[in-house]
């Protein structure tokens, strides 16, 4: 963090708030401070970021979009998962919007989402969601790949816990 304040400062000063190298100093920097425990000061930097990227660009434009995905990511990394669900849900959305069907981003902002419905065990919303995508995911990742593996795992056990609860119920 000592090392990415002053770059980041200089960077804002030099280029401006509205410079996408600025934004990603402030995302180094508030890597840096989720590594270090000052999640606080993290999250506030993630957010800048993602809403001046909103803000120059606009919401639905594929340049901002991934600044979002950056902020969902750590707010998932750090337990925050309604929030996560919520900015994910916002990005698939806009992803929709702004890219052509079938763009690989799509897919992969989907399974960002997955997996925030999975961690959160949604398991309903996570059976249902995984529906519509585990068979553009197993297109899209190679086989090995962790996020094809992790949705096959996620989802067998989102099926396991429904099928115990409805065991429960009998």
């Known amino acids: 963090a000592e090392l990415f304040a002053p770059v980041a400062a200089y960077r804002e000063k030099a280029l401006g708030a509205d410079a996408e190298n600025t934004w990603i100093s402030w995302i180094?920097?508030?890597?840096?401070?989720?590594?270090?425990?000052?999640?606080?000061?993290?999250?506030?930097?993630?957010?800048?970021?993602?809403?001046?990227?909103?803000?120059?660009?606009?919401?639905?434009?594929?340049?901002?979009?991934?600044f979002g995905q950056t902020f969902g990511m750590f707010l998932e990394q750090t337990g925050a998962h309604a929030d996560a669900e919520k900015i994910r849900r916002t990005l698939l959305q806009r992803a929709r919007v702004a890219l052509p069907e079938g763009h690989i981003n799509i897919v992969?902002?989907?399974?960002?989402?997955?997996?925030?419905?999975?961690?959160?065990?949604?398991?309903?919303?996570?059976?249902?969601?995984?529906?519509?995508?585990?068979?553009?995911?197993?297109?899209?990742?190679?086989?090995?790949?962790?996020?094809?593996?992790?949705?096959?795992?996620?989802?067998?056990?989102?099926?396991?816990r429904r099928a115990e609860r409805a065991a429960k119920k009998r």
């Open 108 to 160: 992969k902002y989907a399974w960002d989402l997955g997996e925030t419905l999975a961690s959160e065990q949604h398991d309903e919303d996570t059976i249902a969601f995984y529906a519509e995508w585990l068979p553009q995911w197993d297109r899209a990742f190679p086989v090995d790949d962790s996020r094809r593996v992790d949705a096959h795992k996620w989802l067998a056990q989102a099926q396991a």
């Open 28 to 66: 180094w920097l508030a890597r840096a401070y989720q590594h270090t425990d000052r999640l606080k000061e993290a999250r506030a930097l993630f957010e800048r970021a993602y809403a001046s990227a909103n803000r120059v660009h606009g919401e639905n434009n594929p340049v901002a979009i991934p």
